[in-house]
């Protein structure tokens, strides 16, 4: 409970730092009024959006450092010292990235501030550009509380080495963050960064995905995919949908399956990809839905498993279990649903700025 608490008072406090730094660095000509006036000179604002060292698994104490607090987690049992060595490396090269970051741009005529992804927990106003230092979980964490006027850019701050890959593929498996929607690593951020700030980079739109349960809108707009089955996963989900645009609705489909994923074109190449779906250009407006495991459908059914939603169509789905929820984007962001639920699943939603890498833009415009 108090353990609880202090968490709770710690959120506070830092969003209430972030706050007030983003004010107090604030130039005083805009201050007060329209955030972002024309004035020549304005400096630009820049939030740091960082993944937090934890997420490594923690290594055995060094000596002095007992007095930390939250206590380090006990050591792994029975880990490999190559694992040990991997993952302390991992954390190295992060914390390497996340430093170099910082100088680079306390070394440009911008404002920045830096918070670690798990201390923010409200929509992200008043700065021109987050950049995210992590891999693609940090960076679609970020979009969670970003609305169409912000771009983002991602930092890949551990990519997967192949040499390494290779050398340990009979031991385990040496992959490191995946950086799909990142366009930039410790070696050419600042590149990226001063052909962003000078405007020669641009960046894409992409869409996303809206979650109306019961007629209320939720708050989070998926960048990559949803998820919506039953909490437990041997668990069967059953829930019925139909696919709606002005007027015209298509056969209703009623399922027992392991629920319903619908992914964007941004989506279509990670989770939606390793179901067997089909990759989208990631300009498209249309969302791809796959029905997972569907227990026996009939053959009216079957072609309807997978396929697409329009730009003007959006999906209903009635829920039949007495529990269930709806996944953003992964397991962070979850909305409880019960029996008799509704959701209206579409593209109406925010686009996402997002400057995006080189090979994907290409891929873009073929
Ligand atoms: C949504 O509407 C259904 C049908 O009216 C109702 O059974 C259910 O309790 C509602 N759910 C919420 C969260 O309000």
């Not at 006036?37 to 104490?61: C, E, G, I, N």
């Not at 909305?335 to 959701?343: E, R, S, V």
Request: hydrophobic share 35%; net charge positive.
């Amino acid at each position: 409970m108090q353990k609880c608490y202090l968490r709770f008072k710690l959120i506070v406090v830092i969003v209430l730092v972030v706050r007030t730094e983003a004010f107090r660095r604030e130039p005083s000509h805009q201050r007060g009024g329209r955030v972002l006036s024309p004035v020549p000179m304005a400096r630009r604002r820049v939030l740091l959006y960082l993944k937090p060292f934890d997420v490594y698994p923690p290594r055995p104490l060094s000596g002095a450092s007992s007095l930390t607090f939250p206590p380090p987690p006990p050591p792994p049992r029975a880990a490999n010292p190559k694992i040990l060595s991997y993952l302390d490396h991992r954390c190295r090269v992060h914390k390497d990235t996340i430093n170099l970051c910082k100088s680079v741009l306390q070394r440009k005529p911008l404002d920045w501030i830096s918070v670690q992804r798990n201390h923010l927990s409200n929509p992200i106003h008043d700065v021109d550009l987050v950049i995210t230092v992590g891999g693609d979980g940090t960076l679609l964490r970020a979009s969670h509380f970003l609305d169409s006027s912000i771009p983002i850019l991602g930092v890949n701050s551990d990519p997967t080495c192949s040499d390494e890959v290779e050398e340990l593929t009979e031991e385990f498996d040496a992959r490191r963050s995946t950086g799909y929607l990142c366009a930039a690593t410790a070696r050419n951020f600042e590149q990226i960064l001063d052909a962003t700030l000078a405007g020669s980079r641009h960046y894409s739109e992409l869409s996303r995905i809206s979650v109306k349960l019961n007629g209320s809108q939720l708050p989070t707009y998926a960048l990559n995919d949803i998820l919506v089955s039953h909490p437990c996963p041997a668990s069967v989900s059953r829930f019925s949908l139909r696919k709606r645009s002005n007027g015209e609705t298509s056969c209703l489909i009623n399922s027992r399956s392991s629920g319903l994923r619908v992914a964007t074109a941004t989506g279509s190449t990670a989770a939606m990809l390793s179901a067997g779906g089909f990759m989208m250009p990631i300009s498209s407006r249309e969302l791809q839905y796959m029905i997972r495991e569907p227990i026996s459908p009939t053959d009216a059914d079957k072609p309807l498993l997978h396929g697409l939603v329009k730009q003007e169509q959006h999906m209903l789905v009635v829920w039949y279990n007495q529990e269930g929820a709806v996944y953003i984007d992964g397991s962070h962001v979850t909305y409880p649903i019960q029996h008799g639920d509704t959701l209206e699943i579409s593209s109406d939603a925010p686009v996402l700025k997002v400057i995006l890498p080189e090979y994907l833009l290409k891929q873009a415009s073929l």
